[in-house]
């Protein structure tokens, strides 16, 4: 699934007043981050995080790979910051992310 610009917005205005959980340093992003940032997707679905200067990666770098691994998407890449989406796969989960339709495909019609 990819996110239309418009969801994009959504999810950055969501994603504004949220602090980093995902940290990156020094070392690489390693099968703990990596599970870490899983959970966190899985329970809160958008998730911020940072690429300290300490890190060999750049925060794009950082995002593209941690999206890959997580199976979900790049939102935004602002400085050393990043934020990654996933739709929760919970059934039972009732506060998910209602994401903006896009209102080309009904035009198009």
Known sequence: ????????????A????????????????GDNLIKQADDALES???IKGRVL??????????????????????VQVIGTKFVLFRPSHKKGKTDKIVLVKDGRSKQAK
Do not use: C, F, Y
Request: proline share 4%; net charge neutral; charged share 25%.
């Open 53 to 74: 200067e300490t890190s060999l990666l750049s925060a794009r770098e950082a995002a593209e790979v941690l999206a890959q691994a997580t199976r979900s998407q790049v």
């Open 14 to 29: 969501m994603a504004n007043p949220l602090e980093p959980v995902v940290h990156i340093g020094k070392g690489d992003i």
């Open 1 to 12: 699934m990819e996110l239309t610009s418009k969801q994009r917005a959504q999810l950055r």
């Open 44 to 46: 809160r679905e958008l």
